[in-house]
């Protein structure tokens, strides 16, 4: 729960730079990755996550610059990553000048829903958790090594014992 913009911070660090980790390993080849021919590619759901940055905390009346939840999928996995923590970057300091603990308990129309600031946070952050399970699952079909986020994925178990729990 986000009772504090304290709270929001800290996890949000960690999210965001587990979400950076991702970005980071992605090649642009295993943009095109998909699950089955209508899903959408490991690309577009990368994108989704940093244009979401502005669609959702630009609803707040947050003023920061990020990159528009219109603007067009680059062709490159740098340019993602580059665009996602440029705008997550943004946002944090944008929330650190502007909002205070009150801010939090403040309601905005969301979807036709008044949610508050803080609700608002928690489903941001959800959703980026959420779209990056499925971006793991696309970056092992396409043959990437995923990073551990709660912990060491199985690559990572293996570097550093030799054996990965089952």
Known sequence: ?????????????????????IFNTLTDESLKQKVYEEGRTLGKLAW?????????????GLQFSATPHDAPQPATAQEMAEAYIESSNAMVQA???QWTDETLLEEKDMYGQMWTVANILHILTSHQTHHRGQI???MRQAGLTVPGMYGPSREEWLAFSGEAPE
């Open 48 to 60: 989704h996550l940093v244009v979401t940055i502005d669609e959702m905390i630009g609803k707040t």
């Open 95 to 97: 929330i650190k000048e």
């Open 136 to 138: 793991t699952v696309l």
């Open 1 to 21: 729960m986000i009772r504090k913009l304290e709270d929001f911070l800290t996890n949000w660090k960690h999210e965001s730079d587990s979400t950076f980790k």
